[in-house]
């Protein structure tokens, strides 16, 4: 491996950090990685601009500016010369990135019509660091069509050095030995649907009035992300009370909910730096009316999310890392171990992801020339079916990614919310 610069554009290569250290050893066709974000524009992407900016952009994010190499022990990240390319977008998102065709890079830039969308593979960084990327893009390819564009109020611009913090394993910084381990829960229910063929992702999203959402999330007093869980738990309560009629054959409904821990560290990482809370209900004990799952969710988040608590899932995160025996492993026999690894502490422990990155801010010189944001989920073979939300100006924007054919899932979410009085629009791309 080589000797790290440790001057920040300088330097040569990048240790993954603690979150992205998995991915690598479970990519596969159905398990990709990637997750995608876009910006619909007022008006037709230039690819020709559009590639200009990101030749511009990229320097200004040396730690995506890299590809995956392989060590004796660890994979690492390793300074990638070639320039990145933008591509015409496909009909099926968040796909497993081609080394070939991708020219190595662990992202991917992608246009079609007034849409910019980026897809990140999830060694690189989270939907923080993606989202902030993306703002980064727009913002330089407007420059480039000749935007007058003067206030750069939470953008990394290309005039400006990347600071130190940017690039840290947050993990390890805040990083406390010897704490209790947290509780590994036991494996959930999941939907039975058949898996597609592979390469199809159907994506379906559902765009609501953020005001009136916001006003039924109050009115139970309850956040809007604890609010979306619970009807995300109510429908999938509702299938496993369709298909399993035998209570002691139930499984527990849990959803994973990603946490930002740079909202609970003082941390600027653009690197993976989040969570999970898993709000669970247990239907043998019974069914569950639905502000006795909106109880369930906000207190556990309530009391999951705070330094205290989530510090023992760092803690165990971190420590395995840092372990000595797992350190001298091998890489060969670690990439056939962390799959099944992934497999116990990851999908099979819950049933659902919702990822809600909240209202995205731009400058109002910016916002007037993009007309929405959206975030997509990356796949995932057992759950089957994710769900993340994004709010833009007055829209809330809510995507379910699936890989079946049925979206009986996305058709009880969204009707609950019809019959709660919230008027929903869907859009597909099947």
């Known amino acids: 491996m080589p ?5 920040k554009k300088n330097r040569t290569w990048y240790r993954l950090d603690n979150a992205a250290i998995l991915y690598p050893s479970i990519q596969t066709d159905r398990i990709s990685t990637v997750f995608r974000l876009s910006a619909t524009l007022t008006e037709a992407v230039d690819p020709f601009l559009l590639q200009t900016a990101l030749t511009k952009v990229i320097d200004r994010f040396p730690y995506y500016r890299v590809k995956l190499s392989k060590g004796l022990f660890w994979y690492y990240l390793e300074h990638n010369p070639k320039t990145p390319r933008v591509e015409k977008d496909v009909q099926y998102p968040c796909g497993k990135l081609s080394p070939v065709f991708n020219r190595n890079y662990l992202f991917r830039v992608r246009y079609y019509n007034r849409r910019i969308a980026v897809e990140f593979c999830h060694v690189l960084t989270d939907g923080t660091g993606a989202l902030t990327f993306l703002k980064s893009l727009v913002f330089q390819y407007m420059k480039e069509t000749g935007k007058k564009l003067t206030d750069k109020t939470g953008i990394l611009t290309i005039d400006e050095e990347p600071d130190e913090e940017e690039f840290e394993d947050a993990y390890n910084r805040f990083y406390k030995p010897s704490l209790p381990l947290p509780e590994t829960g036991e494996p959930a229910f999941h939907l039975k649907s058949k898996l597609v063929k592979k390469g199809i992702y159907y994506v379906i999203t559902g765009i609501v009035p953020l005001k009136d959402i916001l006003a039924k999330a109050k009115e139970y007093n309850v956040s809007l992300t604890v609010f979306l869980t619970a009807v995300y738990m109510d429908a999938m309560q509702e299938i496993q009370n369709k298909y399993v009629k035998n209570p002691r054959k139930k499984k527990p409904i849990s959803i994973s909910v990603p946490v930002n821990m740079r909202n609970i560290y003082p941390s600027r990482t653009m690197r993976n730096f989040s969570l999970f809370v898993v709000p669970r209900i247990d239907p043998r004990l019974g069914d569950y009316t639905f502000e006795e ?19 023992r899932q760092l803690s165990r995160n971190v420590g395995g890392q840092r372990n000595p025996f797992v350190r001298i492993v091998p890489l060969f026999i670690k990439r056939m171990f962390f799959p099944l690894l992934y497999r116990k502490l990851g999908e099979n422990l ?23 944001i959206d975030f997509t989920p990356g796949p995932g073979p057992v759950n089957k079916t994710g769900c993340s939300v994004t709010g833009f100006k007055d829209k809330l924007y809510i995507t379910f990614g699936r890989l079946t054919e049925e979206a009986e899932l996305e058709r009880i979410f969204f009707t609950k919310l019809v019959k709660m009085g919230i008027h929903v629009t869907i859009e597909s791309n099947e």
Do not use: C, W
């Open 350 to 372: 819950f049933s659902g992801t919702i990822s809600n990155l909240g209202l995205v801010k731009v400058p109002d010189e910016m916002a007037q020339y993009i007309e929405r």
């Open 3 to 7: 000797v790290n610069k440790q001057g």
């Open 293 to 311: 799952i909106l109880k369930i969710v906000h207190y556990t988040m309530m009391t999951e999310i705070n330094e205290k608590s989530i510090s």
